[in-house]
Structure formats: structure tokens, C-alpha cells
């Protein structure tokens, strides 16, 4: 159910022009208004603009969070705003185009996978100001982010990842948990090492031997997409059959198949990731243990708002931390975990900010 947002005549040529041998882009709004105010002389001349990854803007995860943080932007600061929803990768390049031809000051793409397309338009047009969420832009490896006019939007999440581990293992009832992921991306691979060294730091301090399938900290299972819904349900169903009553699934909206096999299933938790899932997929509220929050559109929130500040926009790169509130744990859901545990999680999470423990595994 993509949101309904259309293509402008004008913005649409543009970038059918830019891309000659590319698809165009699927969906695209390039409206200026902002949000509704008591006058539109309050409107600040400056406009910010978004284009998704493939999942598009109602995805439930990383993309809805990003866009939900350009709206709280266009509210609160009165800015003009665009968004170009991908449908497949071979729209991106078209579609930042796009956004560049309906002259946006600055413009976020969603998602690692854009990383090349951003790149190659930052360098072509070095007076426009870029974003790009979970990427740092460093496509040819040397620890620079390749356009200086590139401001990275990275997180953590292997820190709130270690707390939803930790918890998991305390609350499995069969003594098995799992994940999987999309592709072996690093902002995929985070999550699935700080689940895994929650764990086994549970098992440490519980002397416990709970198992976690689907990844070992080097090696595990992908689906390799994040669009095939029944990719996700199969990953599930097997580590179902394998006897894991807890599943995190790091691969976007294939997430969502996994929550459909637990649900089936009837005796299986899943572990959200990006947003709280009870909110994103309230179909499936009363089998999420809990969610891994990249807080993304607080990110995008900050990052306007530095850009329309009277010091303008800086491109260090921001990282999203439990002591800055850029990733966090979700409510648990009742019973599921002790008193005694989520006390734990609260000195653990003091560990973390403080750096005396790591979350990754091994460490």
C-alpha cells in the first residue's frame, strides 16, 4: 500500500531527461507547502527532501521513520518539502534527479543501498547539501565519506541490539532464540552482533546455555532481499521447526513474514526492529516481545534543523547512540521479562554509555 504521492509534470521530465536509460521515478511529490500554519509568509525558504529505499514510505520500518522525521521537520519548522518513493533499485539515481531538479537545498536518501546513487549526485551538484541514512558513504573503502557535501546518518544499534538479546535469552521458554537478515550489509550484521552478544552474556551471568540460530558473529542466514515477504515467513518457519520461540528479523518489510509465521505458529515472539513494531504492525502487536529502535526520524529531524540554523549545515557525520537517544529498546510485553532482568537491563545500559561493556560478540 503505497502512500499516494504523485509525480509534478515538470520534475517528472526533468528526471525522465536525467535518466535517459533508467526507470523513471514511480512516485514522487514535490509539493512546496508546508505544513499547514497561520500564514504562509512563516514558511521558511529552505527545502528538504527524501527519497526511499525500495520498501517505500509505509514500510513499517526505516523508510516510515524517516519520513515520519522530514513531516515533524515540514510541522515544526516550517519548511517546503519533496519525497521520491523507490520501487526498485534502478529507480534511485532517477529519482534523486528528480529531487534535484525541483531544487531542494537538501536531500536525504534512505538507506545503504542508495550509498552509490547519493555519491555520484553529491559530486555533480556540490552546492546541494546531502544525507544518507544507515551509510557512511565510503564506497571505495579509504574511511573518508566520498562527497564532501555528504552528512552520514549512522547508528548503534548493536548497543539497544545487546539489551533485546539479553532480554530474549531470559524470556525463551524453549531455549532457543534466532535472527536473520536481508543481506550482509554492516547495518544489517549490527544488529545481529549485539543480539547475539546480549545472549551470551545472559548465558554467562545465568549460567545458562541458550542457543541462537541464524548468525555466529562472522557467518549466518540472509534472505537476500528486503522485499520478498515469503523469504522472511520461510527463515521463520524454519527456525520454528528448529525450535526458537524468539526471532529477530533484520530485512525491512521481509520482517514482516516473520512475524506472519510466528503469529501462525501461535507460541513464537518476534523482535522489531527500527521502530515499535506494536505501532508499525499492529496485525502483529500481541506477538512482539519487544523492538530495536533506530530512532532515524529524530536523525532527519536534527539534521534539518542544523541545516536551516543560522550556522547551517555541517556534515560530520551523526551517530546514534544510547546516551543520545538515537537507539533504544521498546516496551516489553507483559510477563515476558522479570523485574529482576529489566533492572539488569538498566545497569547494563549504563555499562554501555559508560563503555565498560561491549556489544559485540566476543568482546
Not at 524517516?66 to 519533496?82: C, M, P, S, V, Y
Request: charged share 15%; glycine share 10%.
Amino acid at each position: 500500500m503505497k502512500n499516494t504521492l504523485r509525480i509534478g509534470a515538470i520534475a517528472a521530465a526533468s528526471a525522465l531527461a536525467l535518466a535517459a536509460c533508467s526507470s523513471a521515478p514511480a512516485t514522487v511529490s514535490t509539493g512546496t507547502s508546508a505544513a499547514p500554519t497561520t500564514s504562509a509568509a512563516a514558511n521558511i525558504d529552505y527545502k528538504a527532501c527524501m527519497v526511499s529505499d525500495a520498501g517505500g514510505f509505509d514500510d513499517g520500518s526505516f523508510n516510515q521513520s524517516g519520513f515520519e522525521g522530514l513531516q515533524r521537520a515540514k510541522a515544526d519548522l516550517h519548511i517546503n518539502t519533496a519525497t521520491a518513493e523507490s520501487n526498485s533499485a534502478d529507480q534511485y539515481a532517477p529519482n534523486i534527479a528528480a529531487m534535484v531538479a525541483a531544487n531542494c537545498n537538501l536531500i536525504i536518501t534512505v538507506g545503504f543501498a542508495l550509498s552509490q546513487a547519493t555519491v555520484d549526485a553529491a559530486l555533480a551538484n556540490p552546492t546541494i547539501s546531502f544525507a544518507i541514512v544507515d551509510d557512511l558513504a565510503d564506497n571505495n573503502f579509504d574511511g573518508t565519506t566520498d562527497a564532501p557535501n555528504i552528512k552520514p546518518l549512522t547508528f548503534q544499534t548493536d548497543q539497544a541490539a545487546y539489551l533485546a538479546g539479553y532480554a530474549s535469552a531470559s524470556a525463551t521458554k524453549t531455549g532457543t532464540i534466532a535472527t536473520f537478515g536481508g543481506i550482509a550489509y554492516p547495518s544489517v550484521t549490527i544488529f545481529m552482533d549485539g543480539f547475539l552478544a546480549g545472549a551470551d552474556a545472559y548465558n554467562k551471568d545465568a549460567g545458562k546455555s541458550v542457543s541462537v540460530l541464524g548468525w555466529d558473529g562472522a557467518n549466518g542466514q540472509f534472505t537476500g532481499d528486503f522485499d520478498d515477504l515469503s523469504k522472511g515467513q520461510t527463515a521463520a518457519q524454519a527456525f520454528i521447526d528448529q525450535g526458537a520461540d524468539i526471532i529477530l528479523p533484520v530485512a525491512g518489510p521481509v520482517g514482516g513474514g516473520a512475524a506472519a509465521a510466528a503469529q501462525a505458529a501461535g507460541n513464537t515472539w518476534i523482535v522489531g526492529v527500527d521502530a515499535d513494531w506494536t505501532v508499525t504492525y499492529p496485525a502483529y502487536k500481541d506477538i512482539i516481545l519487544t523492538s530495536i529502535l533506530k530512532n532515524i526520524g529524530n536523525s532527519v529531524y536534527d539534521t534539518i534543523k542544523e541545516a536551516v540554523s543560522p550556522a547551517g549545515m555541517t556534515y560530520t557525520p551523526y551517530v546514534g547512540t544510547l546516551a543520545n537517544g538515537g537507539v533504544g529498546i521498546a516496551p516489553f510485553a507483559d510477563g515476558t521479562v522479570s523485574a529482576d532482568v529489566q533492572a539488569k537491563l538498566a545497569d547494563l545500559t549504563k555499562g554501555i554509555i559508560a563503555g565498560t561493556i561491549k556489544t559485540t560478540p566476543g568482546a
